[in-house]
């Protein structure tokens, strides 16, 4: 479950995402992750099933369903909206949302379709991913030094969810 209302996704779209997982793999693969779609696809990678927890994580982010008349945050028992942003990261970060975006259905629903589009691209930079994800607030998508960026620490990430098979070039 996510805490506060801003979370990154940083996902790894580096060369070794691509390589299918061992059969061997699969069951402990399918257990540890059961929402999603292992019907779909036949030769799973850790590309698709980053990929698919991306999509599904944007799906969870969508704001509650709200009766017909009532506004939606009419009192203070009504969450505040959640936002969200994703860094890609290989032989560089990249921030895909261009900071961040407001998690509203028709946002999700985009966001969901372009991260099953994403491909993988060369070398892992792990820091390089983390570093963007950290730097991202209201007023910049980068800063050169966000542990004592005021913006960052108070308009920052409340989350971030790293996505990667764990191997670093």
């Known amino acids: 479950p996510m805490v506060g209302t801003r979370v990154v996704f940083v996902i790894d779209v580096s060369d070794s995402m691509k390589y299918p997982i061992t059969k061997a793999d699969i069951p402990k693969m399918r257990e540890k992750a059961p929402?999603?779609?292992?019907?779909k696809e036949s030769k799973p990678t850790a590309m698709w099933i980053a990929v698919e927890?991306?999509?599904?994580?944007?799906?969870a982010l969508r704001p509650p369903k709200v009766q017909p008349g009532r506004n939606p945050r009419s009192t203070k028992t009504e969450p505040e909206p959640r936002h969200f942003a994703i860094v890609t990261y290989s032989h560089e970060a990249k921030v895909l949302t261009n900071g961040w975006v407001e998690a509203t259905h028709a946002n999700c629903n985009s966001w969901m379709k372009h991260a099953r589009g994403l491909g993988t691209e060369t070398t892992t930079n792990i820091h390089a991913g983390l570093t963007r994800a950290f730097s991202i607030s209201d007023k910049a998508l980068s800063s050169l030094t966000p542990e004592t960026d005021v913006d960052c620490l108070l308009t920052g990430a409340h989350t971030m969810v790293f996505l990667t098979d764990g191997y670093p070039t």
Not at 35 to 39: A, E, Q, S, T, V
């Open 35 to 39: 929402d999603l779609p292992w019907d």
């Open 53 to 59: 927890e991306l999509a599904r994580s944007i799906d």
